[in-house]
């Protein structure tokens, strides 16, 4: 078993699912010469030629619907989106276009697609570049959304993703690349839909994806220092949601944290907020937290781009409100 | 007041196509290609009609766009192709989808939301598809459906299979980036497409030029290295040959052209649009070169016989007729679960 990165472990799904299948092919800016602006692609023109790794112009909104438009007669595109703040200029084919055409044709036509790239903020790289937009995907039928937080589980659910034969938003950890994990060798896939429990503790539940897995797991560490054991749940698969899992989870504890990068109005948390309450309201100790950004476009500077996000503290201090600690 | 569009002469010098002073009003023909193109603009007049009264007793909901007057285009286009090519159309696509086969049955079925109808109730009018002919669908969001027509275009030339896709919209579709981008893509990528532009001269109720500056829609190939073609769209014939230089161009040279038809729709936007933004004269004066009546007189003039062409029209009466009665006795949409996301 070896421990790569995140970004080698969806090198290396997408450079198997190229090799298994030849109808997957990758369309995106910077992918093919210069290797992926996150080196993502890193080596796949390479191996694959120009036919497969397609250096796309700077037109999201044209090659987010060639892909649509491949996907629809057979082929198995994966759309990359240099950040996922891209890709709203071309939201209207993810959400008009892959969504909706197998329920607009009544199911003749599906789309095999998977849109990918990094969202949610990096490091000072301001406002337009920082955003994390699961929420406004997630709200879509028609859609798959996956956000992993590890090697393992990028490269265990990109290879499922690519083998769906529906949409998939696949949102990447833009700081989670260095990251390491460790990864089987060999085939291993992870169905879309599973959540994950990364961390087990019996005190309260930690709800998060992506980049704030590894802020809860941090949290957690703080907290066991205090005596208090939290389970860390990795929801890794926004749509479909994992309800089971998390109830299950959030059953045990009585007590629920649910922390995201996002905004705080309208975000996923809220979703899973209410979802939880549903399932466990019988078994809660306290009501639900939620730990989001602050409500405000990213600013620049670095103390105010912490300040703004949810640091360890911030889950630690919502940990105690849901124990009555503070 | 409306100004007088150009229909009938390519005056770009750097055009491929100029249409000389003296060019023949039709094109040469046989009665043996230009009588089922004609059954086809008919079949596809009586279904638009069928359909408006359907919608006027309440049978059919929503918005109803009909393509009465514009039948020329879908028809001589469509004729163009093999049976594997791709055609991806807007809202406006009645006629389209008949053009590629998709049964007046299937089309007047999913009109009046039935299980039967070609996209099995959950489309309706503006959102039409059909898999076995390879239409590719009507797309309500104009504009965003050219980089889709590109996409199958890219899959054509990925396989090296020679399919060519058509993609149809109106010239108020020419303003979106969507059709910006498409169109410079499939140029860069050199994509099997041809990108037909039905310029019927309103967008919505727009007129051509109240929405763009320059009203010949074509020339935005121009800034690709694209090839283009500009024509009027009143004889069938006329638009099959044109179309299938474009269709040609692809399946060989798998390079797009972006060709502008310039056309006229006799009925308002939607069922909903009285039209009061364009004068009763102007309507009538295009009226008077309605693209069927002149279909019908050229076939006649070709020698196709009297008696021929009465079968010829009481078959496309039954036709629709049996289409009409298939969807009022159709069983209604029952499930819309299943086509969310494939399992």
Not at chain 2, 269 to 291: A, I, N, Q
Request: net charge negative; charged share 25%; hydrophobic share 40%.
């Amino acid at each position: 078993m070896a421990v790569i990165s995140y970004r080698e472990a969806l090198n290396q799904a997408m450079r198997e699912e190229m090799e298994r299948d030849a109808s997957v092919f990758i369309m995106g800016e910077e992918v093919g010469h210069y290797n992926g602006a996150y080196k993502v692609t890193q080596g796949l023109l390479q191996r694959f030629s120009e036919r497969r790794v397609v250096d796309a112009p700077i037109a999201e909104m044209g090659f987010a619907g060639i892909g649509v438009g491949a996907a629809m007669v057979g082929l198995r595109p994966i759309i990359e989106f240099m950040t996922f703040n891209f890709s709203l200029v071309a939201i209207d084919q993810i959400v008009n276009n892959a969504a909706k055409i197998f329920q607009m044709s009544g199911g003749q036509y599906n789309i095999p697609i998977v849109f990918r790239g990094p969202g949610g903020p990096a490091v000072q790289v301001g406002s337009q570049h920082s955003q994390s937009l699961e929420s406004y995907y997630a709200h879509v039928p028609g859609l798959k959304v996956v956000m992993p937080s590890t090697a393992f589980d990028a490269k265990g659910l990109l290879k499922s993703a690519i083998r769906d034969d529906n949409p998939v938003v696949f949102i990447e950890g833009e700081t989670l690349y260095n990251t390491t994990w460790e990864v089987p060798d060999g085939e291993q896939l992870i169905p879309i839909g599973l959540a994950d429990v990364k961390r087990t503790g019996k005190d309260i539940t930690l709800i998060a994806w992506s980049k704030m897995v590894w802020t809860c797991l941090d949290a957690a560490k703080v907290l066991a220092e205090q005596g208090i054991d939290a389970e860390v749940v990795d929801v890794r698969s926004l749509r479909p949601l994992d309800i089971e899992t998390l109830a299950t989870s959030v059953k045990k504890t009585g007590r629920c944290v649910i922390v995201e990068v996002g905004w705080p109005v309208a975000g996923y948390g809220a979703e899973v907020a209410y979802q939880m309450q549903r399932h466990c309201m019988d078994m809660l100790d306290a009501p639900i937290e939620r730990v989001t950004s602050d409500d405000v476009p990213m600013p620049y500077a670095k103390n105010l781009e912490d300040e703004v996000q949810p640091q360890v503290k911030d889950v630690v201090a919502a940990v105690k409100r849901a124990l009555y600690l503070e | 007041m409306v100004r007088a569009v150009v229909t009938a002469s390519m005056t770009t010098p750097d055009s491929k196509r100029i249409e000389q002073e003296d060019a023949p009003e039709y094109v040469e023909t046989t009665p043996a290609e230009l009588a089922p193109l004609y059954r086809q603009m008919l079949a596809i007049r009586r279904m638009e009609e069928a359909s408006a009264k359907a919608y006027s007793q309440g049978k059919i909901g929503g918005f109803l766009h009909l393509i009465i007057g514009q039948e020329a285009v879908c028809v001589g286009a469509t004729a163009a192709l093999k049976p594997e090519d791709y055609v991806v159309a807007t809202y406006r696509e009645h006629g389209h989808a008949y053009a590629k086969g998709v049964a007046a049955r299937a089309i007047m079925a999913e009109l009046y939301g039935k299980k039967t109808g070609c996209a099995k109730g959950l489309g309706g009018s503006m959102h039409m598809f059909d898999k076995a002919t390879n239409f590719l669908g009507g797309y309500g969001i104009v504009g965003g459906h050219v980089p889709i027509a590109a996409g199958a275009a890219f899959a054509s030339k990925y396989r090296g299979d020679g399919r060519v896709a058509l993609c149809f919209f109106g010239e108020g579709a020419s303003t979106i980036g969507g059709f910006a981008e498409g169109l410079a893509l499939a140029a860069l990528w050199k994509l099997p497409v041809v990108l037909i532009c039905e310029n019927n001269q309103y967008s919505m109720g727009t007129p051509l030029y109240r929405s763009l500056a320059v009203e010949d829609v074509s020339l935005r190939a121009l800034a690709h290295g694209m090839a283009r073609d500009r024509f009027d769209g009143d004889d069938v014939v006329k638009v099959k040959r044109r179309i299938a230089e474009a269709v040609e161009r692809a399946r060989t040279t798998s390079e797009p052209t972006l060709v502008e038809v310039v056309t006229y729709r006799f009925r308002g936007h939607s069922m909903s649009d009285p039209g009061l933004y364009r004068t009763k004269d102007e309507v009538e004066e295009w009226k008077r070169r309605d693209p069927l009546n002149r279909c019908r007189q050229r076939l006649i003039d070709v020698g196709f016989g009297n008696a021929d062409l009465e079968a010829l029209e009481s078959d496309v009466k039954a036709e629709i007729e049996d289409a009409v009665k298939f969807a009022e006795d159709s069983p209604a949409a029952d499930e819309y679960l299943p086509y969310v996301m494939k399992e």
